[in-house]
């Protein structure tokens, strides 16, 4: 299941792609669409720090040290996804909107190691293609990417087809998807929640939106989830959710910089 050389989009007997499975249930034809109504392209990697850049006086960044010993922090499209203070779903109101960001939508002030709480924002019942790049590249590592509220169809995975590129990257994905050299396949897709994405490759993710909500994408890595390796699909807006309950317990900032009345605690 799902080879390391990511051959998909040929028949082979040694091994096959989670892309090549048949679903065992009927699709929405809308997925099944050769344009969807949202294309989004999320390429991810590390950001390597250097020592003296990290370990700053007064400051506390996130990182992980990797096995070869590098120090390192996720970015997706550029982005390491940092948590707000407060859930979204029951509190937007009280959140500042300079807090969310996406690739079209980055800080001004945002540094190499931009962080923010990612979001992306689809229509409710649109439907929506996810193209996961891996930047990463890191030999024998798959990145096996979740998402939170509803599954997705797998319609394609693989490598760049193009032999003279060793190592695909957001602006190769982009140039092949163009001149339609991104293998997709309609023929009743599988549906999945988590899928890895083959190392130095690509998979390409089909869903109809149409649970509104606020839901986390992200490696299911936990060492990657918490150096930033994740983002938030918003579905829909807050007139397609159902109201809060009365009295419905809030939830307030666990770190010491930011401090109550300003995120305040009520039972």
Request: proline share 12%; glycine share 6%; with cysteine.
């Amino acid at each position: 299941m799902n080879p390391l050389d990511a051959i998909c989009n040929v028949k082979r007997n040694d091994g096959v792609c989670v892309s090549n499975l048949k679903a065992a249930k009927p699709v929405d034809q809308a997925i099944l669409q050769e344009r969807p109504d949202v294309k989004i392209f999320l390429p991810f990697r590390f950001h390597v720090y250097k020592p003296k850049d990290l370990f700053q006086e007064n400051t506390y960044n996130n990182f992980l040290v990797a096995p070869g010993g590098d120090h390192v922090l996720s970015l997706v499209d550029e982005i390491s996804y940092s948590a707000p203070p407060a859930p979204p779903l029951s509190q937007m109101h009280e959140l500042p909107p300079d807090l969310f960001c996406n690739g079209d939508n980055r800080p001004a002030d945002c540094p190499v190691d931009c962080r923010c709480t990612h979001m992306i924002d689809v229509p409710l019942n649109s439907v929506v293609e996810i193209v996961l790049v891996d930047e990463v590249q890191a030999p024998n590592l798959s990145h096996p990417f979740h998402l939170h509220g509803t599954p997705y169809n797998v319609v394609g995975m693989g490598r760049s087809p193009d032999k003279n590129i060793k190592k695909i990257n957001l602006k190769h994905a982009l140039d092949l998807d163009r001149k339609g050299l991104l293998h997709r396949q309609y023929n009743l897709p599988p549906f999945k929640d988590t899928l890895a994405v083959p190392n130095n490759g690509y998979v390409i993710l089909r869903l109809k939106a149409d649970n509104p909500g606020y839901w986390l994408f992200h490696c299911h890595f936990i060492y990657h989830i918490v150096i930033g390796m994740g983002l938030v699909i918003h579905i829909g807006t807050q007139g397609d959710l159902p109201p809060v309950p009365p009295n419905f317990p809030r939830c307030g900032h666990h770190l010491p910089e930011i401090e109550p009345p300003y995120y305040p605690i009520q039972y």
